[in-house]
């Protein structure tokens, strides 16, 4: 069987009783119940997910999958191709914003390419994957083909699996693909429903013009393929990247270790929509860190069922939102674990 079909029904549901206790452990410490908000939500739904009512996060990881898009030939990104695996370089020396975030919090990260376009020759500490050199132009055709597409997906499974293996206990999602919010539009699209006007947003910052090619691509994606949002597989292979199929298979091995999945913006939210509707038991590991300024984040969202923890403008990628809120984890496992309670510290405890 494929990796990542084995890896959703190993998915565990989430422990509600390790969540309940996670709860009375915060309703003893010494604050009003529930005065810390979404932090005690945070906190229990790890002890959801973790199976147990005081988790621990000792090891967070963000993993950034890189690919190129054929529909980079409608003229759909403010950038070229060759930004992908410059950037990818990038990722690799530490100088990029999710290098920077990602410290910040103690994370590693893992870089992968997934189909990188133009690579940068011996990169250290860049896993490589290539599922080719990007996907074919789908305003003509099939990105790819289904049967790459479970090949992707069963990359990112094996890896996640990996990493939980090695001690990763919180797993981040991020990208690099130019030209990949086109492919997460075109997803969206048919995923849901949404008309590509609405689907579609700025990227890395088109003009009108711009905007109304990437329009027109969704268009014509939609057109020449029809997608039967019955088969996500099938949509996966029609509209999608290599770098979103092996997040995708990501999110579904590292819910079949217990991992928590921190998605990012709209294209590891797109993602994780495309695990979700392949296997929905994933569900409840995904995690929205942010709201992106990409339109069609808010609907993706919706999908998911997730109110996103932060809304601070961003529209990079990369997991730069996922490493963001890794630190917001930690601070409602801090919580947990270090405040007094009220008998500890001698406070009056009305219940309320
Ligand atoms: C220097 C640079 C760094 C990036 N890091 C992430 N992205 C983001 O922008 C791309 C998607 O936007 P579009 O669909 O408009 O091409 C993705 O690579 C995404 O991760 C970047 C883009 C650039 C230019
Ligand atoms: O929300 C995102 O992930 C995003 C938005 C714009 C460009 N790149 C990524």
């Not at 689907?199 to 691509?217: I, L, M, N, P, S």
Request: one cysteine or more; charged letters at 20%.
């Amino acid at each position: 069987m494929r990796a990542y079909r084995s890896a959703c029904e190993a998915i565990p549901a989430p422990d509600s009783r390790a969540a309940s206790q996670c709860q009375a452990l915060l309703d003893a410490k010494t604050k009003p119940r529930g005065s810390l908000g979404r932090l005690e939500e945070l906190a229990c739904r790890m002890a959801a997910l973790r199976g147990e009512a005081r988790p621990a996060m000792p090891s967070k990881a963000v993993l950034v999958m890189a690919a190129d898009h054929g529909v980079v030939q409608e003229g759909v990104s403010a950038y070229p191709p060759e930004v992908t695996g410059q950037m990818v370089a990038n990722f690799a020396r530490g100088g990029a914003a999710i290098n920077v975030l990602a410290r910040q919090v103690g994370a590693w990260v893992t870089v992968v390419d997934m189909g990188v376009r133009f690579p940068v020759k011996s990169l250290t500490g860049v896993k490589v994957h290539r599922m080719g050199p990007g996907t074919d132009n789908f305003t003509k055709g099939p990105a790819m083909s289904r049967e790459t597409a479970e090949e992707a997906l069963d990359v990112g499974t094996r890896l996640a699996v990996d990493m939980a293996m090695t001690g990763v206990t919180l797993l981040g999602l991020g990208e690099m693909g130019i030209g990949n919010t086109t492919a997460s539009s075109a997803l969206t699209c048919a995923l849901t429903g949404l008309s590509p006007e609405e689907a579609t947003g700025r990227g890395t910052g088109v003009d009108e013009e711009g905007w109304r090619r990437k329009v027109q691509a969704v268009k014509r994606a939609l057109e020449v393929n029809r997608p039967n949002p019955e088969d996500p597989l099938g949509v996966l292979a029609q509209l999608g990247g290599f770098e979103i199929a092996g997040l995708a298979g990501a999110a579904l091995g590292a819910a079949s270790r217990r991992v928590p999945v921190v998605l990012d913006g709209f294209i590891s939210s797109v993602a994780g929509m495309v695990a979700a509707r392949l296997c929905p038991q994933v569900k409840p590991y995904l995690l929205a860190s942010h709201l992106s300024v990409e339109a069609g984040h808010t609907r993706v969202l919706q999908e998911l069922e997730q109110r996103p923890l932060l809304d601070l403008g961003l529209r990079l990628g990369e997991g730069s939102g996922a490493a963001v809120a890794f630190g917001l984890v930690d601070t409602a496992l801090c919580i947990l674990h270090e405040m007094a309670t009220f008998t500890s510290a001698g406070v009056i405890d009305t219940g309320r």
